[in-house]
């Protein structure tokens, strides 16, 4: 997370996916808290919540990538963080 956001000028705002795999749901957890808890250090940031979704039936067609209804529901969430962010 870091590393990533060292490549990113410090004023420049940040919109970061959450992650979850499902064979791994508490490492998924683990890694989301820590981003959320960096990117509120960093400030100017958002996380959109993937994770929540991404765990029920039908949004993941191999446990990590969305399946045509995961697609269509990543995008919705993304396209409405960067909509809420700059209204």
Do not use: C, M
Not at 12 to 40: C, M, N
Not at 68 to 84: K, M, N, P
């Amino acid at each position: 997370i870091n590393e990533l956001l060292a490549a990113i000028p410090a004023g420049a705002p940040v919109l970061w996916v959450d992650v979850y795999v499902d064979k791994l749901p508490e490492r998924s957890k683990q890694f989301d808290d820590t981003l959320r808890r960096v990117l509120a250090a960093r400030g100017n940031t958002r996380v959109v919540d993937w994770a929540t979704v991404a765990s029920e039936d039908g949004v993941l067609r191999d446990g990590i990538h969305p399946s045509g209804f995961g697609v269509d529901e990543f995008t919705r969430r993304v396209s409405t963080a960067v909509a809420d962010w700059a209204a």
